[in-house]
């Protein structure tokens, strides 16, 4: 097998921090350097140092695709749920008018002001 990136690294995103896996393929057998690092400013400089250090400009991070896709989905979900509760309580609150036999009527002419 050929080998196309003598020098890799792979990187998995958490939520607090990364964990980054750097491959070095030297001879027959290849060379694994792990390393974790915090999702703070200075640490991301310290990986990016890292990676510069060891010579490695090829990087792959893992497909992130579906959490913004999940989020997304919570927020109509969330939405949808806000819309059935006021149409819920908007249908409770009709229906205490007609169980107490009161009606609402509105008009223009009562809405006016006179003066």
Known sequence: MKVVYPICCGVNVHKSFLVATIIKTDGIMPKFLKKRFS????SILQFKQWLIDIDCYDVCIESTGKYP???LREYIRYSSKLSSCKSSEKNRFQNSFTVCN???ILSSATCSVNQ
């Open 39 to 42: 999702m703070f400013n200075n």
């Open 69 to 71: 896709i999940r989020i």
């Open 102 to 104: 009161v009606a609402l």
